[in-house]
């Protein structure tokens, strides 16, 4: 079970965090996110010793933003979180940088609209990978489930992240998951003192339930 925590921003709170068994962190390069990490927050953030996986998480960003972002940020993964089509991310992926691409989830989903992008991961085997968060206007965040019942409707070959109001109640739920292409969560805002302050006593108990 992978697990990513996602909208970490201050320092003292990523040094505690990387103390848990966690797979991935991520650092939201959004302005329009409550999770931002501007410019001076990013440069404090330069200066920590990562040991678990960095993600940048952004939103319909350009390139150049991205890739100024991924030697100062020492991150092994980009999170595609908006409108971004299959050649962009192909894009990353020539530079052997892993990605995870975001998609939202209505009731009325269509997985079909998937196709180009499994074809992309079969290119590039072991670096794609997805994330299935709750469909919202800011790009997720909202704190909110989607109905997970909808993950039996994606019959791909991409294994993915399950993201989206995840609470540390759901622990014994999430291991019920038995989907062959799920491959871990993305926990954010229901484990938040406040917006990019996790609670990191929540995220360790989730975290033991989960690796039980």
Request: proline share 2%; aromatic share 10%; glycine share 8%.
């Amino acid at each position: 079970m992978m697990i990513k925590v996602c909208g970490m921003r201050e320092t003292s709170n990523i040094d505690e965090l990387q103390q848990l068994d966690i797979d991935f962190m991520g650092i939201i390069r959004y302005p329009k996110s409550k999770r931002y990490v501007d410019d001076q927050q990013k440069a404090a953030i330069e200066q920590c010793t990562m040991n678990k996986g960095t993600v940048g998480v952004y939103v319909n960003a350009s390139l150049q933003d991205i890739l100024q972002d991924i030697i100062p940020l020492q991150m092994d993964v980009v999170q595609l979180h908006g409108d971004e089509d299959s050649a962009f991310a192909k894009a990353l992926l020539e530079l052997d940088i892993k990605v995870f691409k975001a998609f939202q989830i209505t009731d009325d989903f269509d997985f079909d609209i998937l196709k180009d992008w499994e074809q992309l991961a079969e290119a590039y085997q072991g670096k794609l990978f997805f994330l299935f968060d709750t469909a919202t206007k800011n790009y997720g965040g909202s704190g909110k489930k989607f109905n997970w019942q909808l993950l039996d409707n994606y019959q791909g070959m991409v294994p993915f992240l399950l993201s989206g109001g995840i609470a540390p109640d759901d622990a014994e739920s999430i291991k019920n998951i038995k989907h062959d292409m799920f491959l871990g969560v993305d926990l954010n805002s229901r484990f938040e003192d406040e917006p990019g302050i996790k609670n990191i006593k929540a995220i360790k108990g989730f975290v033991e339930k989960l690796r039980k």
